[in-house]
C-alpha cells in the first residue's frame, strides 16, 4: 500500500525566529502616532492574529476597513524595515530540523499569518527560501488564525491529509487553528508561557528524533 504524504507546516513568528520585539517596536510607534497607548500586555494578547483582528481588538469592532489598512501598511513597512537594518536569526533547532525533515522525506509549509511581502523579506533574511515546498500567507486565506483555513490550504499545497500533518506554532491561536484542522501540533514557548500543544518546548533542540513520527502514531 502506498505511504500517504506527510507533512510539517511551520508558523512563521515564533517558531522560525523571534521578531516580536520588532513587532512590538513597530506596533507602538504607529500607534502612538493614533493616538493609542499600547502597553507590552496588550500587545501580547493580540500577537499572531492578523492585522485587521489586532486594530478591531484594539480599536472596536466597527473600526473601518479604510483604517485597518491604511494603520496595518504603515505598521508592516516599518516591520519590514527593522528587519532589514537590525537583521534576523533562526531559533535554536531550526535549522537542524529543517534538514532532517526534508532528509527523511517529510514536505514541508510555511503557513503564516503575515503578509506576502512580509514572508519574503524573512526569508530572504534568514536564507531559507528553498527550504518549502509551499507557502501560505494572509492574502491566501479570508479567516485569520483560530480559523484552520491557513493550515487546511497549506496542506492541500503539499498534497498532505490533514491528519498527517503536524504544525509547529508558538501561539494559542494557532494552536487552536491546528487542532480544529485535525492536525497534532508541537508548541514552541517563545511568547507564551504555556501552550495546549500536544507536545510543547520551549525550543526545537529539545525535540527528540523520532519526535514527528510519534506524533503522527499516537
Known amino acids: 500500500m502506498i505511504q ?3 507533512a510539517v507546516l511551520w508558523d512563521m513568528d515564533g517558531t522560525l525566529l523571534d521578531s516580536a520585539d520588532y513587532h512590538w517596536l513597530a506596533w507602538r510607534e504607529i500607534l502612538a502616532a493614533e493616538g493609542f497607548d499600547l502597553t507590552r500586555k496588550r500587545f501580547a494578547e ?5 492585522n485587521d483582528a489586532t486594530l478591531r481588538a484594539y480599536f472596536g469592532e466597527a473600526f473601518p476597513l479604510s483604517e485597518v489598512e ?17 537583521g534576523v536569526a533562526l531559533l535554536p ?13 517529510w514536505r514541508q509549509a510555511l503557513a503564516s499569518s ?4 512580509n514572508v519574503e523579506v524573512i526569508l ?7 527550504r518549502f515546498h509551499a507557502v501560505v500567507t494572509a492574502e491566501d486565506v479570508i479567516h485569520g488564525k483560530p480559523d484552520p483555513e491557513v493550515f487546511l490550504i497549506a496542506a492541500a499545497k503539499v498534497s498532505a491529509p490533514p491528519a498527517r500533518c503536524v504544525v509547529i506554532e508558538d501561539s494559542a491561536a494557532g494552536i487552536e487553528a491546528a487542532r ?16 495546549e500543544a500536544d507536545l510543547t518546548v520551549s525550543t526545537l533542540d529539545e525535540l527528540e528524533d523520532d519526535a514527528f513520527d510519534r506524533l503522527l502514531t499516537s
Open 4 to 6: 500517504e504524504a506527510r
Open 46 to 50: 493580540s500577537f499572531g492574529r492578523r
Open 70 to 86: 491604511r494603520i496595518g501598511a504603515i505598521k508592516e513597512a516599518r516591520y519590514r524595515e527593522l528587519v532589514r537594518t537590525r
Open 93 to 105: 533547532g531550526v535549522q537542524r530540523w529543517l534538514a532532517r525533515l526534508n532528509a527523511e522525506g
Open 114 to 117: 503575515a503578509s506576502l511581502e
Open 124 to 130: 530572504e533574511a534568514l536564507s531559507i527560501e528553498g
Open 180 to 195: 480544529r484542522a485535525g492536525m497534532p501540533t508541537v508548541g514552541v514557548l517563545s511568547s507564551h508561557a504555556l501552550l
